[in-house]
Structures are given as structure tokens and as C-alpha cells.
């Protein structure tokens, strides 16, 4: 079955500081993309970064990082240097299949806060 | 670029009345539009795919004829929420994919009193 898994409901780190959140995530596809999503209170969804599972090097994207261990089937996702900005839920979702139109799971979320 | 525009962003309705959401895309055309429910605090769950000028795949558990998903050109598809009750109080999100990755509509806050 597809999955997405979130363990953590929430967090809290200290502004400045250094985050992960953590998204393991199942599937019997070889090929298949992993993307994290941001979501504020105002609902909108903010694309992070997308990892590809055939992608050597780990995704970055300013802050973000994505530590994908694809023999663990885990997409962590690294904030760096905490903003209060980044207080929101954090969604991690998989894109099963290698096309390139299908839906996205999405795991529970992980509501992260930034404490100054 | 691949930009989604969603309306209304917020309605208040009352039990029995339909709702329409539109999603269109603006500066692209989006073959496929994937409509989401999210209730409070949870994730997000794909209730149907709608793909231009063909019936709309439902999920199992929507129901096809309260949940009318049009998608009559490559800009704009519908979801109609007919005969809404409370229980369909809930946050309708839409999204296309496009090369590698998706855009998502603002969202649409759905109160039915």
C-alpha cells in the first residue's frame, strides 16, 4: 500500500536553531517523487522541495534540505536557522508511479513551532 | 508561472443550498485537476481527479452525485457541493501537477450552518 508517515504531530525548536521532520513512506514503485509542503494557517499549500527516487544527491533549496535515505524509505526534511516565519504545518507527500500527472499522498503533518 | 486561482476563498452556506468552487488555472492548461478535502487539523485527502472533457474519478467513500466535479476546459474545473449539511464543513483545496511538480489553489473554507 502507498503511505506516508509523520510521527510527529508536533514540534517545537528554538528560532535560529537547526529542525527535523521526519516522513518515512512505502511503496512498491521504483520510481516515485517525495515533496514536502507548507502550510500556514491561511491554508494555502507552499511547495519546499521535491526529491526524486532515482535522485543521488539530496534535494536543497535555500533553508530546506531533504535527507532521503531510500533504503530506509525515509524523506526528512531540514530546516536551518529557524525563522518565526516557519511556524505551520508541514506536510510530506509522495507522488507514486513515474509519471509525472498523478495525486499525491499526503502523510499527517507535523505542525512545527518556532519559539523566539 | 503555474499559477491556480481559486473562488470563493471562504462561504457560508446554508444546510440543503449547493456550493460551487472554481479552480482555474491561469497561465497554463491543466489536463488534470485534483480536488482535496481537508478537515480541521488533519490531512489532506483526495476525493476525486477530474480530467478535461471526461468523467471525474472519485475515491472510495465520495459520493459521486452530492460531490459534482466538471471539468469542461483545460482552464477551469468545478466542484459542486450539492445539498450541503454541516458535515460537509470542511476546507476544499485543488491542484494541478505540472512538469515536475503541482500548484495548489488558495483553498476554500466551506461552513455549512
Known amino acids: 500500500a502507498q503511505k506516508i508517515t509523520q510521527t510527529q504531530p508536533g514540534m517545537f525548536v528554538q528560532e535560529k536553531e537547526a529542525v527535523t521532520l521526519d516522513c518515512t513512506y512505502d511503496t512498491s514503485d521504483q520510481s516515485y517523487g517525495l515533496f514536502w509542503y507548507k502550510q500556514p494557517s491561511s491554508g494555502e499549500m507552499i511547495f519546499l522541495i521535491y526529491q526524486g527516487s532515482y535522485d543521488e544527491q539530496n534535494a536543497t533549496e535555500g533553508r530546506y534540505s531533504l535527507n532521503f535515505q531510500k533504503a530506509r524509505k525515509s524523506a526528512n526534511l531540514v530546516i536551518s536557522a529557524s525563522q518565526l516565519g516557519d511556524s505551520a504545518m508541514y506536510f510530506c507527500?509522495?507522488?507514486?508511479?513515474?509519471?509525472?500527472?498523478?495525486?499525491?499522498?499526503f502523510g499527517k503533518g507535523t505542525k512545527l513551532s518556532v519559539k523566539p | 508561472g503555474a499559477v491556480v486561482s481559486q473562488h470563493p476563498s471562504r462561504v457560508i452556506c446554508k444546510s440543503g443550498t449547493s456550493v460551487k468552487i472554481e479552480c482555474r488555472s491561469l497561465?497554463?492548461?491543466?489536463?488534470?485537476m485534483f480536488w482535496y478535502r481537508q478537515f480541521p487539523k488533519q490531512s489532506l485527502m483526495l476525493m476525486a481527479t477530474?480530467?478535461?472533457?471526461?468523467?471525474?474519478?472519485?475515491e472510495q467513500g465520495v459520493e459521486k452525485d452530492k460531490f459534482l466535479i466538471n471539468h469542461a476546459s483545460l482552464t477551469l474545473s468545478t466542484l459542486t457541493v450539492t445539498s450541503a449539511h454541516p458535515e460537509d464543513s470542511s476546507f476544499y483545496i485543488c491542484s494541478a501537477g505540472f512538469f515536475l511538480g503541482y500548484t495548489f489553489g488558495s483553498g476554500t473554507r466551506l461552513t455549512v450552518v
Open positions: 507527500a509522495m507522488r507514486p508511479g513515474g509519471g509525472s500527472q498523478g495525486n499525491l499522498i
Open positions: 497561465d497554463f492548461q491543466a489536463t488534470t
Open positions: 477530474s480530467n478535461e472533457g471526461s468523467k471525474a474519478t472519485y
